[in-house]
């Protein structure tokens, strides 16, 4: 069985760590702040969930989910992450993680400065575009009806099927939005952030493939 490691356990992380043990997996958190902080959220989601560093959650992962501010990139492991999956669930936000030029100048996404950082890795952007409580709420069984699917971008074939996989396991569809240079389409104020699963800190919305494919195009620079 596939581990999941997070790096990160705020409230994508430990939403994310708790539709994985739902759906089987053995997961593996981390924080900023250390192991010790976290035995509350592991003892919750029960014997196949345990607490580490950053460094032994992305050895651990054989998915390896980085859900931490933007400005932190930098600090994530890279030799342990060296060949992994890495699925990316960063944003942009200049009030809480300072200016960042390339991002301002539209040189470059964020989901390229950690594939940048993580040059050994497979980076997959994914999950960004959801409150973490429309993410909690919103799973369903593979051809439900109401369905919910999420972009997902990369540049490696491989590894956005593996991704693919692990949504349809914790209960999403997967759209694929193209390369990493195209997450911009995803990120913070784009048609397909947040609103398509309903309106943020109100009840969630099913938002089917297509749904999201329209939304994913109607994204402008």
Same mark, same amino acid.
């Given at each position: 069985?596939t581990?999941?490691?997070?790096?990160?356990?705020?409230?994508?992380?430990?939403? !994310?760590?708790?539709l994985?043990?739902?759906?089987?997996?053995?997961?593996? $958190?981390?924080?900023?702040r250390?192991?010790?902080?976290l035995?509350?959220?592991? *003892?919750?989601?029960?014997?196949?969930?345990?607490?580490?560093?950053?460094?032994?959650?992305?050895?651990? *992962?054989?998915?390896?989910?980085?859900?931490?501010?933007?400005?932190?990139?930098?600090?994530? +492991?890279?030799?342990p992450?060296?060949?992994?999956?890495?699925? &990316?669930?960063?944003?942009?936000y200049?009030?809480?993680? *300072?200016?960042?030029?390339?991002?301002?100048? =539209?040189?470059?996404?964020?989901?390229?400065?950690l594939?940048?950082?993580?040059?050994?890795?497979k980076?997959v952007?994914?999950?960004?575009?959801?409150?973490?409580?429309? $993410?909690?709420?919103? /799973?369903?069984?593979? *051809?439900? /009806? &109401?369905?919910?699917? $999420?972009?997902?971008?990369? =540049? =490696? /074939?491989?590894?956005?099927? !593996?991704?693919?996989?692990?949504?349809?396991?914790?209960?999403? &569809?997967?759209?694929d939005?193209? +390369?990493?240079?195209?997450?911009?389409?995803t990120?913070? &104020?784009?048609?397909?952030?947040?609103t398509?699963?309903? +309106?943020?800190?109100?009840?969630?919305? +099913?938002?089917?493939?297509?749904?999201?494919?329209?939304?994913?195009?109607?994204?402008?620079?």
């Amino acid at each position: 069985m596939t581990t999941i490691g997070l790096i990160g356990s705020g409230n994508i992380g430990s939403t !994310v760590a708790r539709l994985a043990v739902a759906a089987g997996y053995d997961v593996v $958190l981390s924080n900023s702040r250390g192991p010790e902080t976290l035995q509350g959220l592991v *003892g919750e989601l029960g014997p196949k969930a345990r607490a580490a560093t950053a460094a032994e959650a992305a050895a651990a *992962g054989d998915i390896v989910v980085v859900t931490v501010p933007l400005k932190a990139y930098p600090d994530v +492991p890279v030799e342990p992450l060296a060949g992994k999956v890495v699925i &990316d669930t960063n944003n942009y936000y200049p009030e809480r993680d *300072g200016q960042i030029a390339a991002l301002d100048a =539209d040189e470059t996404t964020t989901g390229e400065l950690l594939q940048r950082h993580l040059a050994t890795s497979k980076v997959v952007k994914g999950f960004n575009n959801i409150w973490f409580e429309h $993410l909690a709420t919103l /799973a369903r069984p593979a *051809g439900a /009806a &109401d369905r919910t699917a $999420l972009p997902i971008a990369g =540049d =490696d /074939a491989a590894a956005k099927l !593996v991704v693919t996989e692990f949504l349809d396991r914790i209960g999403y &569809d997967a759209v694929d939005v193209g +390369p990493l240079a195209e997450n911009w389409r995803t990120q913070r &104020d784009t048609p397909v952030y947040v609103t398509p699963y309903g +309106p943020f800190g109100g009840a969630a919305t +099913p938002a089917d493939a297509a749904t999201v494919r329209d939304r994913v195009a109607e994204a402008k620079r």
